[in-house]
């Protein structure tokens, strides 16, 4: 099957923040000092002039600023940015434009500033409306900080916008963490994403972990969660992303798909499909002042690499995997470029575990699954990987 070139997105990273988060293992750091906003959308002008040719002549059909925290960024800079982007790409009609933003950085009028710079979509990083939540989690904002975000989206007609959620937090119980699902309801998003908070290694909860609920809680949280969005209109239609009807995540859908992306901004990754099919992976130096002083040279460049047979069947599943609709062997080939015989074998052991289920022609994660996604996830390593993970 001939392999399809794939829609183009282009991520954007944003790596400060007010203070690090003691969960948080994005690459973000806690601002000492001024914002260097025009020293940094001058460095991702040049990144972006770096990549383009290796993507000249297609579409852009989704934008990203994710951090770190882009809502430190005046509407003046992202404004300045997009118009960067506009004369450098063909540019979607339906262009969606997302940014993340952080409640501790939203005064009165800047989404409608961001509104009128472009952005169609926001991200807003609630996490918990308890205070005693937000507080051992060390966020900068309160429950009505997060309300009056979330007003100002509206107030803004941003309506399209999403909101985080976290869950299984340091002693939260199952009443708890229905009790932000209803709340965030309240708001009318028109997108949840709901994670279960995890410790991540290198992070200051990773070197003194709280003490979080156990996994029979956090299953009851997650069930429980999931009844009250389904009531409401949301459908799940990926592991932590649940969505109004029309409103899923066309930007992250792209990566799940198996889309193609540039990624420019610190430690920003990229992925790409060639004319002859060839996928490569790059990435750019992850420190900010290291990509500050580099961008738009070769040295920025943290890496480049291909990806082929096994490894691309594996990064294929790792991400189509993540979402609840069926997928079929054509799918996976013409992502690919690959036949279905590289999957196969995984297949058939997953749906003998439970954890895939033949649908519409193909298969699909089952909710057994999209529990245990590691495991299932693990079944299509690439055979020298899966022999190392076996004897470790
Ligand atoms: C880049 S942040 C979002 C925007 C902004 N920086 C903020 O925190 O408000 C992306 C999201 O990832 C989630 N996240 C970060 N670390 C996590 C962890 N250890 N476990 C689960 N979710 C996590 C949070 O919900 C967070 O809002
Ligand atoms: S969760 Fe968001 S605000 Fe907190 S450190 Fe991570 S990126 Fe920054």
Redesign the pocket.
Known sequence: MPMRTPPLSLYVHLPW?VKK?P????N?HGLKGALPENAYIDALLRDLDQDLPRVQGRTLHTLFF??????LFSAEGIGRFLEGVRRRFKLAADLEVTL?????TVERGRFAAYREAGVTRL?????SFDPKKLEVLG?I?SGEEALDAVEEAHAAGLHNFNL???YGLPRQSVEEAEADVRQAMALMPAHL?H??????PN?L?AAHPPLLPDDELIWAMQQRCQELLAGKGYEQYEVSAYAQAGRRARHNLNYWNFGDYLGIGAGAHGKLTDAEGRVTRLWKLKHPEAYLESAGAPKSLGGVSQVSGPDLAFEYMLNRLRLVDAFNASDFESATGLPVEHIEAGVKRAVELGLLEPALGGWRTTSQGQNYLNDLQSLFLPAKDANRKASA
């Open positions: 923040c988060c969960y948080c293992d994005f973000s994710g951090g770190g925290t882009p809502s993340e933003a952080n409640p501790g991200s807003i990083g609630v996490q966020r904002h985080d959620l976290m994403s994670y279960q908070l995890t410790l991540e992070t909860f």
